[in-house]
């Protein structure tokens, strides 16, 4: 089944909702102040915070994936994105932020080359489009409208985690 990138399957909330808190949280906030920031409720989001520092390890494996695939290694390393970088929750949702923002460089913006001069055909353009769906064929990500350049950043990220942000598992 198809869902649309800010749909978090079995989940009352839209990715955005989700990732508000998850980054009041990852801030270092507390989870009564990501709940009001998400406008949820404070056990909702202690559920969501739980969960995803559970599967941190899970989550920056994905991102590090993605942003490997596109040829930015470094895009998920710690950096000054959220400022508690020493918890899991924070260094997962540096990791994933880090993935989305090489993903949607890689998907709205993907490398083009330049007409070719002598035969008209431009085979750089062939196979830097051929790379670039075998990518998203990779991540078994289907965009015919091309949508995916114009997601936002916590939609790319569900995309990243196949819509398993709250419920991915180690092993």
């Known amino acids: 089944m198809l869902l649309p990138a800010w749909c978090l399957p079995r989940r009352a909330y839209g990715v955005d909702v989700v990732g508000a808190a998850l980054l009041a949280g990852a801030q270092g906030r507390g989870c009564e102040r990501a709940a009001a920031a998400a406008g949820v409720p404070l056990g909702t989001v202690r559920g969501w915070l739980r969960a995803v520092t559970r599967a941190s390890g899970v989550l920056i494996t994905q991102a590090v994936e993605v942003a490997n695939s596109y040829g930015d290694p470094d895009a998920c390393s710690p950096r000054t994105r959220v400022d508690h970088e ?43 489009s051929r790379y670039h769906r075998e990518l998203l064929h990779a991540r078994r990500l289907a965009d015919p409208t091309g949508a995916i350049g114009r997601a936002g950043p916590w939609e790319l990220i569900n995309v990243i985690t196949a819509g398993r942000l709250l419920t991915s598992r180690a092993g």
């Open 86 to 128: 020493s918890s899991p929750l924070a260094a997962a949702v540096n990791a994933v932020g880090g993935a989305a923002g090489v993903l949607h460089l890689g998907v709205a913006h993907p490398r083009r080359g330049t007409p070719n001069s002598v035969t008209g055909i431009d085979y750089l353009e062939i196979i830097s």
